[in-house]
């Protein structure tokens, strides 16, 4: 059974790669993963506000011993907070790429023109093969425009690109208006992935304490629907690799995500629940499916539900909605 795959230009021997996550952050669990079949791994994020607050902690002791930026770093959070400080983050990338065979893919997460932009160059020199962008941003102000938020990306992306050879993959968003005119402009400006989607971690409020709180909820396999929905509306229409991340957990997730045209797709939540050793589970899982119903390769399926060719891709509009909410019975 065939179930190379490539992702961003890179041969992968599988689709099932482990997304950003602690995993990356022993190497034991990373050579785990490798054993286990992981086609490829991508580190856990490095982010502006580390970067910016370095370079803002090093400047104050070189030009202004006196605490003068005492303030401004205060809303930042404490370094000891972050796994990776940037100068750590950069050698655990050469120190994974000296221990496993397999793709690294950085990662990067910002929200604004800056040099914390520069550390993509220094993610390609220490041995990444390619790069994660993640733009998370929440557009607070209701003057902002649609337009104003999209051209963060689009900046962003456009600066890295100064900076790199490696290929680009963009970490979106499903709340764009237009998620697929939004991909196209990222693709013409030379990514060569979306990844869909990122998990906005939403806080809760303590009614007694009159606050706000914080909480990660591990993903399930009902988050993989909006997933699967825009891989299939995308596919055929990007001239980039589209991978899925956020809730598969399961060898159908995985199937279900290639037959609507992901290339590869990500799994973190189902690796931290039941271990490294899980991902073997799941590509020993995919390949007696695929075999069972007589499929050749992974590729041979890529695509075969997506709107182009799904029988009933009326089931991808606005008609599911309707029907789901008609044929509910009290």
Not at 199 to 219: G, K, N, V
Not at 307 to 319: G, I, Y
Request: proline share 5%; with cysteine; charged share 20%.
């Amino acid at each position: 059974m065939e179930l190379s795959t490539t992702y961003l230009g890179l041969p992968l021997k599988n689709p099932v790669m482990s997304g950003a996550s602690p995993l990356v952050d022993q190497l034991d669990s990373v050579r785990r993963l490798e054993d286990a079949g992981a086609a490829a791994v991508v580190m856990r994020s490095l982010f502006e506000e580390q970067i910016t607050k370095e370079q803002i902690a090093e400047f104050a002791h070189t030009e202004n011993p006196a605490e003068s930026f005492s303030e401004a770093t205060s809303y930042f959070p404490r370094m000891e907070d972050y796994a990776f400080g940037p100068d750590r983050y950069l050698a655990q990338i050469a120190r994974i790429k000296e221990s496993v065979d397999i793709p690294v893919i950085g990662s990067l997460n910002g929200v604004s023109l800056g040099g914390w932009t520069d550390y993509a160059r220094l993610i390609e020199q220490a041995g990444a093969d390619a790069l994660e962008l993640n733009v998370y941003y929440i557009a607070t102000d209701p003057n902002e425009s649609g337009l104003e938020v999209a051209a963060r990306s689009f900046n962003i992306l456009k600066a890295v690109k100064q900076s790199v050879t490696i290929p680009i993959a963009m970490k979106l968003s499903p709340f764009f208006s237009s998620p697929g005119h939004f991909a196209k402009q990222l693709c013409a400006l030379g990514a060569s992935g979306v990844i869909l989607f990122n998990r906005f971690y939403q806080p809760d409020i303590d009614i007694e304490a009159l606050e706000a709180t914080h909480r990660l909820d591990l993903s399930d396999s009902s988050e993989l629907r909006l997933r699967l929905r825009w891989a299939a509306i995308l596919h055929g229409h990007l001239k980039a690799d589209i991978a899925v991340s956020g809730g598969v957990h399961t060898v159908e997730d995985i199937i279900k995500a290639i037959m609507c045209g992901a290339s590869v797709v990500q799994v973190v939540s189902c690796l931290l629940k039941y271990g490294p050793s899980h991902i073997g589970s799941l590509i020993t899982g995919l390949n007696h499916w695929l075999e069972y119903h007589e499929y050749e390769s992974v590729e041979q399926m890529r695509g075969s539900m997506s709107l182009q060719h799904c029988p009933d891709p009326t089931v991808f509009e606005r008609a599911n909605y309707l029907r789901v909410l008609q044929l509910w019975k009290v």
